[in-house]
């Protein structure tokens, strides 16, 4: 496809339960990042991805997030041992260039993650 | 921090008038993004400013950029109903971790 495309677009599960969130990224693009939502709030970082390797995982909450990206394509978040304070919408986005210079975040539309 | 500041929180307005939202950053920029999010939907980029350029148009979009004040206004001209969003500033440094503030919503009435 052409966009971001993030699956699934809803996963609801219980506390404790392991999970796992998958972002395909605009084919090319070389960095790739994850974000969480809140409702109401802006979205918080949590780690970003140049090629296979984590260049800044300085967001996430807690060794219970861990992601990656073996083939510097697509990427998956992991989720062990879910609580309750884990639901949030999982935002993915991608960039061709470094944001650093002139490049702009593509994003997808989220995977909504419940946790009952 | 590395996240902008924008202000305010929420703004209402009719359609037709002009929408104006501001950001403030803390330190030094390579440039600043400004991005739309419709409700329950992902993040759409609308449009950059680099740290060197004063203003910038795309269509009813006017963006400006004060370095001295650590400051960018995002201006929306002639409103229509289907600009009602959350709009996000997201000032870049020299590292490529792009952080988000809470935004401004924007509710146009037609």
């Known amino acids: 496809g052409a966009g971001v495309s993030q699956t699934p677009s809803n996963k609801v599960t219980e506390k404790g339960k392991y999970v796992e969130l998958r972002c395909d990224p605009i084919?090319?693009?070389?960095?790739l990042y994850w974000y969480r939502q809140s409702l109401g709030q802006g979205p918080e970082f949590l780690i970003y991805?140049?090629?296979?390797?984590?260049?800044?995982d300085s967001g996430l909450p807690n060794d219970r997030f861990f992601a990656v990206r073996p083939e510097g394509s697509v990427s998956t978040l992991k989720i062990q041992r879910t609580e309750r304070g884990d639901s949030a919408v999982y935002l993915c986005?991608?960039?061709?260039?470094?944001?650093?210079?002139?490049?702009?975040?593509?994003f997808g539309e989220g995977s909504r993650l419940t946790v009952l | 921090s590395q996240q902008g500041e924008e202000d305010p929180q929420a703004l209402s307005i009719q359609e037709g008038e002009n929408a104006t939202m501001n950001c403030s950053y803390k330190?030094?920029?390579?440039?600043l993004q400004w991005y739309r999010q419709n409700s329950g939907r992902g993040l759409v980029h609308l449009i950059l400013?680099?740290?060197?350029?004063r203003e910038k148009h795309s269509g009813r979009l006017r963006v400006t950029l004060d370095t001295s004040k650590k400051s960018s206004s995002l201006l929306i001209t002639a409103s229509r109903a289907a600009d009602t969003a959350s709009y996000f500033c997201a000032p870049s440094y020299n590292t490529d971790k792009l952080i988000f503030g809470t935004g401004t919503r924007l509710q146009v009435f037609p």
């Open positions: 991805f140049q090629g296979t390797g984590a260049a800044d």
């Open positions: 330190t030094s920029i390579n440039n």
């Open positions: 986005a991608s960039s061709l260039t470094r944001t650093a210079n002139t490049g702009e975040l593509f």
């Open positions: 084919s090319g693009h070389t960095a």
């Open positions: 400013i680099r740290s060197n350029e």
